[in-house]
């Protein structure tokens, strides 16, 4: 018998391995072949390629914490510019601090205006790759492994994987996306995990586009642009200049931009990845000149991927907590306790916490 499996090798996942590692017997399965969850990155040829997150909020002190017990402090790093652009159909101009956020229709925190976001020096996935390497040691991970089933034996529970393998174990963290923990715990929470499995989630497609750096006839002397609401096509919604935003992200004479798009279901399904490149070089010329090529291209979609945390999803999550007290099974990850990369591994963190002191208690 395992003593705790955690369930799903996202940043959430991987953070709560790592504090639970020491002293407690773990088990990790992550249903896909990689580590990371939504965090991924990629280098090729001088290119450092975010595929999903590229950085995390300013004020993160969860963050910071983890890289340095990690013993990879030393990798943060802040963006190289600060300055954001918007385009409004007609033409682009420099936007005041918080103004890129009302473009793009959401509100950011005034203590994080104009402090931008920061990252690791090689891309995020340094941090998975330093996580993965530390739980590893310390714990059995297993890739390609997704959990089908859950059912309460005893004072723990069972798992049944896909092909039918059974683990038990004494205490459950389920790390997943939203709609994965919902469908796992609705035999045993009925409508309490349906609504969790229902949580509204929004798509998106990032384009990454690599040219010489004469192909943009632009001094690309900002973070990017986004595009007002009102002047979207194709669901376009922001660009980042990938390295001008931050140091090192390139060789000399190379550049990349990043376009962000919201896509609707069915482009999700049908559109190829010629296709969203065409998209993403018609979104740029009609904000800057583009007078060559990309040389290379990578397409990254991430369906349902985004939570939407709007008020009847924190209800759901607190009802379905409410009800899965005092454990064994337990939820973490930025499905639940808030979006993006510092909740994340605060969630990692916290449930880690509460299942030591249980695990004590017992
Ligand atoms: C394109 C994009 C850009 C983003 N940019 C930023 C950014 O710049 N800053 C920021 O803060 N955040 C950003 N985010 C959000 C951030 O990446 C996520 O909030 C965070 O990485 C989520 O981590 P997590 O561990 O909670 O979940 P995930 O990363 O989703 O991990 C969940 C894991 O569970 C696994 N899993 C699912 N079902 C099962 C099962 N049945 N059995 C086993 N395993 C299973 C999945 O395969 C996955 O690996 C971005 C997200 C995307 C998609």
């Known amino acids: 018998m395992s003593e705790i499996v955690i369930i799903g090798g996202g940043l959430a996942g991987l953070t709560a391995a790592l ?4 002293p407690h017997r773990v088990t990790l399965l992550e249903a896909r072949p990689r580590l990371g969850g939504q965090i991924l990155t990629h280098r ?3 290119h450092v390629i975010e595929r999903g997150a590229e950085g995390f909020v300013f004020r993160s002190e969860a963050v910071p914490k983890l890289a340095a017990d990690l ?3 030393d990798e943060l790093m802040g963006q190289a510019v600060m300055t954001s652009m918007g385009f409004d159909g007609q033409q682009l101009r ?10 793009l229709g959401f509100q950011v925190p005034k203590d994080d205006l104009g402090k931008g976001i920061r990252t690791m020096r090689r891309g995020m996935g340094s941090l998975i790759d330093a996580l993965a390497a530390a739980v590893e040691a310390r714990a059995t991970v297993r890739l390609g492994r997704a959990v089908e089933a859950l059912e309460l034996a005893g004072p723990g529970a069972r798992l049944t994987l896909e092909g039918g393998e059974r683990i038990d174990a004494v205490q459950v963290l389920i790390a997943t996306a939203a709609r994965p923990a919902g469908l796992l715990l609705e035999p045993l929470f009925g409508e309490l995990a349906s609504a969790v499995a229902a949580g509204k989630t929004l798509s998106s497609v990032t384009v990454e586009l690599a040219f010489a750096r004469e192909a943009l006839d632009h001094p690309l002397d900002a973070t990017g642009f986004v595009v007002a609401l009102e002047a979207q096509q194709h669901g376009l919604r922001a660009c980042t200049f990938s390295t001008s935003k931050f140091a090192d992200r390139a060789a000399q004479g190379r550049v990349s931009v990043r376009l962000f798009f919201r896509p609707t279901a069915e482009e999700l399904e049908t559109l190829d990845d010629a296709a969203w490149v065409a998209r993403a070089m018609a979104g740029l ?3 800057i000149a583009v007078t060559g090529e990309p040389d290379a291209s990578w397409v990254s979609r991430w369906g349902n991927a985004l939570p939407a945390f709007d008020e009847a999803h924190h209800s759901a999550v607190a009802a379905l907590e409410a009800a899965m007290e005092p454990g064994p099974l337990w939820l973490a990850g930025s499905a639940f306790h808030g979006s993006g990369i510092d909740a994340a591994v605060r969630s990692g963190e916290q449930a880690a916490a ?3 002191g249980r695990l004590s208690d017992s």
Request: proline share 4%.
């Open 44 to 46: 090729e040829a001088g």
């Open 19 to 22: 504090r639970l590692s020491d």
């Open 354 to 356: 509460r299942i030591a």
């Open 71 to 73: 013993g990879i402090g």
């Open 94 to 103: 420099t936007l005041a601090p918080g103004e890129a956020a009302t473009f």
């Open 285 to 287: 010329r009609r904000v």
